[in-house]
């Protein structure tokens, strides 16, 4: 256990004596989250948006000239049929349409209600939920002014329909995207780059002709990146809550295991890269083309695996990312507990039983 | 410029910070001559050198090699001097050939030249069969002939060799010696360093730094009479024994 | 029972091409306390060699065992007791030289403390730099290092690959008088080196060329079993005198050797052939002398013999 431990201590003064390394390990999570989070929360100003008004009355006219004269909107166009909603989008740089049904002030003031349909395109996930947030804010405004003025309270329900990306994919997404990626890079490319460079500098030598078994060497050097992996996906919680306002929805703690998981996968995954190269160029040649690569693009953080081609679909499978992906978003995003995401965490598990198997086995005890 | 001199260096000095890596150097290398540089580990050797070969800014000092200034003429310099040392000299990924063929580019000879001088060097080496092979295929010992012969290709001025013969064996080592006695013989002057002390008595002249000074300069016969010693071995080890920085790291 | 015994060990490595030899059935026995010197240029083999001995590599062919334990069979056990310096010196740059020591002390389960005294004479110099890292060592003072951490466990058999490679000419004398002392503590050292010179200082050596041994034995016995004539020769035209003496027929080699030419006769009592035959060229200061061969000189002479004995 001494001598596990005195592996694990040098490990660290490795990592804290290469300043620059260190800087891009913890820093690159932090860059990665506020780099997409301020795609998110990019300020939307003068969106140019189109009105169909079948009704044409007071109210409608009152609402249409306060969205207007917010400084988010410019109305472009006003449209005279449903039919045209879509060629209106598709032409002309619009990004929102707001839809009055017929009778709408008479509807209010007979039944005390009445509809408003937003319709956003949600090809920008973001910018999307941010316009209609705020037409919606000023609707509701409206309807509060009214109300004062009389017993009676109007309600005005707001409709909002997302075109092209109805579930608003990719909104929060990227913030277990950007943990998986993580992940990879600092346990899989990290762990197998400190293997080599003993290779190379020819420490290995000695520490193979030493009574330390091999394999405990190579799990003392992966305990500081698993350390560190925690940390970058601690501050990456914390930054995309308290930053960025994405919620954790489910339960923290299976949130935290299930990372866990999965940094067991890429450690494991970083040493099979290991025993198979003896320089750490081909090492991280393979870590990014073998690892990376396939995290960012077949894991549905970048593009919807359903869109993909079925052969792409199927290779998606053996990508452990994609189902790091899957369980992380459905915690985080949608508040589901194990229950639902069983099947998704076994096969991980699998996957991580079977890469640590298969390192372990090819780990070479001898130089040759 | 002095016709006859193919190394000129007054006072040359280098620092790193506080540290003084070479210490106002001065020495002159005669055009044709053996020049043997040797020192303990960290004593100077390399910077010195990397200053002449035009790859390091001197601190203070001036120097000439083939008469040209190491601060203002490097890239003269460096078409007028080969270089050789034993940790880079051939890739070992391309052939015999290829490695020539490169090297001979660089230095814009002519598609004539090249291929003359090609054939000359192949038959030198005896190397008529091995032409097309991969360097890495070959012997340390025919590597460092390549070498040798590669960095005298396109007939430079000086020719700097940086441990050329470190772990070559005792048949192909003296081999290599007599290829430098002809290319010395040919004109071109030979700076060359070494930890085999007995090739330090190959040299015409001998110069021994030791923390970033120079201890001792002259030809090994005088050098011996002068601290005593049958061997230079004895000389070097006389002079280099009190060194401070062997000890101090 | 011998601290290290190698037999017939062969050793192939496969290329995209071809299939090189790097050891030829190498065959030798160490005795307890020896300090054996494996004497032989680049590509030898010793690299290998020292690896197959130290549990590294595995062998195509034969058998070797350190301390009574099988290579193969008792890697484990042989790991713990052997200490190894492989080429390049092997520390941990970016840790200080204490860290360095002392994590090498846990790997090999044990403390500076508890064995101090193996390494109190060569510590000694490196403790006023204990905090100082490996990478800024001096080439000396890191060789010093890694002969520590080596030695930490106070191992019965110590490899040690080429030490001394480019390293001057006062830091190898030093390494070698370290050696000398550590030797006087029972500890069996094999240690290689590139530089004929360093032979003289082993109780025995192995003179090794291509894969091949060429001769064991002390080095007084190798120069010994020198049979032929050697004259030192020089005078102030080294370059036409060696031609003159490459052309003699009665000389079977000549060589540069420092500041003579060594000359080796094909038969005994012809110096007063060699010197009428100089004298006819106009060789200044002609010098002449009987002399003993060094291990260079028989080294070149075996290496020779080897090669003519592959031709035949």
Known sequence: MKQFLSFVKKEFHHILRDKRTMFILLGMPVAQIIIFGFALTNEVKNSKIAVLDYSHDVATTAITQQINASKYFEIKKNIINYKNIEAAFKTGNIKMVVVFPENFYEDLQHFNKAQIQLIADASDPNVANTLTNYATAIIMDYQNRITDERKLPYSIHT??????????????????????????????????????????????????????????????????????????????????????????????????????????????????????????????????????????????????????????????????????YTIVKSVMIKGTGILLIWKEVLVLTGMMLFFLALSIKTFKIRLA | ????????????????????????????????????????????????????????????????????????????????????????????????????????????????????????????????????????????????????????????????????????????????????????ESGITIFVTTHYMDEAEYCNRVCIMVDGHIKAMDTPPQLKKRYNATSMDEVFLKLARNAERAQAP | MPSVSAKNIVKFYETKNDKIQALCGISFNVTKGELFGIIGPDGAGKTSLFRILTTLLLADKGAASVDGYDVVKDFKEIRKIVGYMPGRFSLYQDLTVEENLEFFATIFNTTIQQNYDVIKEIYIQLEPFKKRRAGKLSGGMKQKLALCCALIHKPSVLFLDEPTTGVDAVSRNEFWDMLKKLKQQGITILVSTPYMNEAALCDRVALMQLGKILSINSPAEIINQFKKDLFAVRSSKMLSLLNDLKNFNEVEDAYFFGAYHHVVMKHKNEEQDLKNYLSKYSNDNLEIKNIQPDIEDCFIELMKQSHEIELH
């Open chain 1, 159 to 324: 409709e909002v329909r997302m075109l092209y990306n109805p579930q608003l994919k990719g909104a929060y997404s990227f913030v277990p995207g950007v943990m998986a990626m993580v992940l990879m890079l600092v346990c899989a490319m990290m762990t197998a780059l400190t293997i080599v460079r003993e290779k190379e500098t020819g420490t290995m030598e000695v520490l193979l002709v030493s009574p330390a078994q091999p394999l405990k060497i190579v799990v003392a050097k992966a305990v500081p990146y698993l350390l560190l992996s925690m940390i970058n996906i601690i501050s990456i919680l914390l930054l995309s809550v308290f930053v960025l306002g994405v919620p954790i929805n489910g339960s923290l703690l299976l949130l935290l295991a299930v990372s866990f998981l999965f940094t067991l996968t890429s450690l494991a995954l970083g040493l099979l890269i290991s025993s198979a190269t003896n320089s750490q160029q081909t090492a991280i040649f393979i870590a990014l083309v073998g690892l990376f690569l396939p995290t960012v693009m077949l894991s549905g953080f970048m593009f919807p695996i359903e869109n993909m081609p079925l052969p792409l679909r199927i290779i998606s499978n053996i990508v452990p990312a994609k189902w790091f």
């Open chain 2, 1 to 184: 410029m002095n016709e006859n001199k193919a190394i000129t260096v007054d006072k040359l000095t280098k620092k790193f910070g506080d540290f003084t890596a070479v210490d106002a150097i001065s020495f002159d290398v005669n055009a044709g001559e053996i020049f043997g540089f040797l020192g303990a580990n960290g004593a100077g050797k390399t910077t010195a050198m990397r200053m002449l070969c035009g790859l390091s800014l001197p601190t203070s000092g001036t120097a000439t090699v083939a008469g040209f200034d190491v601060y203002h003429q490097t890239e003269n310099i460096k078409k007028n001097i080969g270089y050789m040392s034993q940790k880079f000299s051939l890739y070992e990924d391309l052939t015999v050939k290829e490695n020539i063929n490169f090297y001979a580019g660089i230095y814009g000879k002519s598609n004539q030249f090249i291929k003359e001088k090609t054939s000359q060097v192949i038959a030198n080496l005896h190397l008529e069969n091995e032409v097309d092979k991969l360097v890495k295929s070959l012997p340390l010992g025919w590597k460092q002939k390549i070498a040798f012969s590669v960095s005298i290709f396109h007939e430079p001025e000086i020719v700097f060799l940086d441990e050329p013969t470190g772990g070559v064996d005792p048949i192909t080592r003296r081999e290599f010696w007599s290829m430098i006695y002809k290319a010395a």
